[in-house]
Structure formats: structure tokens, C-alpha cells
T-cell receptor
Framework: AQRVTQPEKLLSVFKGAPVELKCNYS??????LFWYVQYSRQRLQLLLR??SRESIKVFTTDLNKGETSFHLKKPFAQEEDSAMYYC?????????????FGRGTQLTVWP | DAGVIQSPRHEVTEMGQEVTLRCKPI?????LFWYRQTMMRGLELLIY????????DSGMPEDRFSAKMPNASFSTLKIQPSEPRDSAVYFC???????????????FGNGTRLTVT
């Protein structure tokens, strides 16, 4: 069965500090992984997808298939990074668009 | 494209009343999803449709909840009767889906913040 676990419900860091949002997953096949972000009272939006190997707003992802983890990292946090972050998983080859979400991590970056 | 459009943005109602949430997906998207977001449980998938057909409604909490998608451009989520524990933000999302697309991400609406007193 598929499962996405975000062990930290809340995470606080100071501006300029490195930040890592953890995500662990379980899936019988080879999944596609995503990070979504929700700024205060806004809609969820796609931040990063593993397949693209891109970096958005200096965020990067670290996929470790051995540990089945897909952590989100940023070397220097900014106040505007404060938001709710969701890790999500899709079955490779899925054509319906269904994503399995973790429970989310609320990141607060203090000035 | 205006994106996924949800209405109303806010809904305050009394316990026992019927509540109807509406969603207009992005034109051309074949899959539509209804999610509920709470502090305690995070983001829960309630139901999703593909080509207007319900595929999985196992996340619908109770018979008080029902969802319809009469055509490709409109869906409703109804709660009857509503209860205070239904208070949450309800998101609608759509996805292009389809064969060969595979990893298309979801596009979310702004959500409806429901408060049941």
C-alpha cells in the first residue's frame, strides 16, 4: 500500500538557517514524487517534482530510494518561505492524476 | 485560464443545514478531486472522478456527504445535514490525466472555508 509520511507537523527555523523538510514514502512500485506548497490562505501549488530535477526558489529535493525518502531542502531559509508543505506520491504510469499526500509540515521562518 | 474555480470562498451555516460546494475544473482536465483540509488530519481525499465518473469515494466520511459531476465543467459536494465537525477547508483539484500523461500534477482551487456552528 502507498503511504507518505511527514514526521514533523511543525518546523521553525530562523532566517538564514538551513531547512530540511522530511518526507518518507512506501510504495510497491516506482513512484513519482512531488512537493506542494500552500502559502497562508492560498491554494496549494506545485513546488517541485522529482522527475524534473529542478530547483525552485533555491529549494532542492533529495531522493534516496534506499531509505525511501524525499526530503526538501534549502540552504538559507527566508521569511517568505513560511508556509505549509505537502509531500505527495503518484504511481508511475498513473493516468488519472491521483496523488497521495502526507499530512503536511507547517514551516515558520522567524526574522 | 482562470484555473480551478470554487464557490463560495466562505460558508457559515448552522448545524443541520444543507451545504453545497461548487467546483469548475480547468477546461480539458479529465480528472477532478475533492479534498478536505483540517489541522488534525491534513489533506484528505474525499472522492475523485475521471471523465465525470466517480472512481473512488472511499474517503467520503459518511452518507451525509455526496458528490456529483453532471458534466465535464462542473462538480458539487453536498453535506446534508451538516455538523460542526465538518468545519474545514474543502479543496477541489483537477488534472489533465489521460493516457501517456502520467505524472501530471494537480491544479487546486482556492478552497471553500466551511464553518458549521
Amino acid at each position: 500500500a502507498q503511504r507518505v509520511t511527514q514526521p514533523e507537523k511543525l518546523l521553525s527555523v530562523f532566517k538564514g538557517a538551513p531547512v530540511e523538510l522530511k518526507c518518507n514514502y512506501s510504495y510497491s512500485g516506482s513512484p513519482e514524487l512531488f512537493w506542494y506548497v500552500q502559502y497562508s490562505r492560498q491554494r496549494l501549488q506545485l513546488l517541485l517534482r522529482h522527475i524534473s530535477r529542478e530547483s525552485i526558489k533555491v529549494f532542492t529535493t533529495d531522493l534516496n530510494k534506499g531509505e525511501t525518502s524525499f526530503h526538501l531542502k534549502k540552504p538559507f531559509a527566508q521569511e517568505e518561505d513560511s508556509a505549509m508543505y505537502y509531500c505527495a506520491l503518484s504511481g508511475r504510469g498513473s493516468t488519472l492524476g491521483r496523488l497521495y499526500f502526507g499530512r503536511g509540515t507547517q514551516l515558520t521562518v522567524w526574522p | 485560464d482562470a484555473g480551478v474555480i470554487q464557490s463560495p470562498r466562505h460558508e457559515v451555516t448552522e448545524m443541520g443545514q444543507e451545504v453545497t460546494l461548487r467546483c469548475k475544473p480547468i477546461s480539458g482536465h479529465n480528472s477532478l478531486f475533492w479534498y478536505r483540509q483540517t489541522m488534525m488530519r491534513g489533506l484528505e481525499l474525499l472522492i475523485y472522478f475521471n471523465n465525470n465518473v466517480p472512481i473512488d469515494d472511499s474517503g467520503m466520511p459518511e452518507d451525509r456527504f455526496s458528490a456529483k459531476m453532471p458534466n465535464a465543467s462542473f462538480s458539487t459536494l453536498k453535506i446534508q445535514p451538516s455538523e460542526p465537525r465538518d468545519s474545514a477547508v474543502y479543496f477541489c483539484a483537477s488534472s489533465p490525466g489521460g493516457r501517456g500523461i502520467g505524472y501530471s500534477p494537480l491544479h487546486f482551487g482556492n478552497g471553500t472555508r466551511l464553518t458549521v456552528t
